[in-house]
């Protein structure tokens, strides 16, 4: 069984940062991606960044230059970075683990199988 936990998500003003991470726990017995989708109130989710077992990163346009995504050797830990943060960056944030794919498909969020609860994060101005 395989379970998503995420952390680090708060309350910050606008230029501020926040890191967030998620720890899995259990295996799939395949090679990943992990990935961080976000969701706004009234809003569908979307993708954020997404990275495969060979640490090739996919990143959403409005998170190029802000955001880094990073995990750790085992491969069970994916981290958030995320810099200069703006109001509209505020949702809930949730990591996610699907079969290794294309970067075409990196950011949606069909391609996945496991969620964790998701972190708030809430950036004011």
């Known amino acids: 069984l395989v379970q998503l936990a995420e952390s680090g998500g708060g309350s910050v003003q606008t230029g501020g940062s926040l890191t967030l991470t998620c720890v899995m726990s259990?295996?799939?017995?395949?090679?990943?991606?992990m990935a961080w989708f976000r969701q706004a109130p009234g809003k569908g989710r979307e993708g954020v960044a997404s990275?495969?077992?060979?640490?090739?990163?996919t990143y959403a346009d409005f998170a190029k230059g802000r955001f880094a995504v990073t995990q750790n050797s085992a491969r069970n830990a994916v981290s958030l970075q995320m810099n200069r943060l703006e109001p509209d960056d505020s949702g809930m944030y949730y990591c996610?683990?699907?079969?290794?794919?294309?970067?075409?498909?990196?950011?949606?969020?069909?391609?996945?199988?496991?969620w964790g609860q998701g972190t708030q994060v809430t950036v004011s101005s």
């Open positions: 996610a683990v699907g079969s290794q794919m294309h970067s075409s498909w990196a950011l949606q969020p069909s391609g996945y199988m496991y």
């Open positions: 259990g295996s799939t017995g395949i090679s990943n991606n």
């Open positions: 990275i495969d077992s060979y640490n090739d990163a």
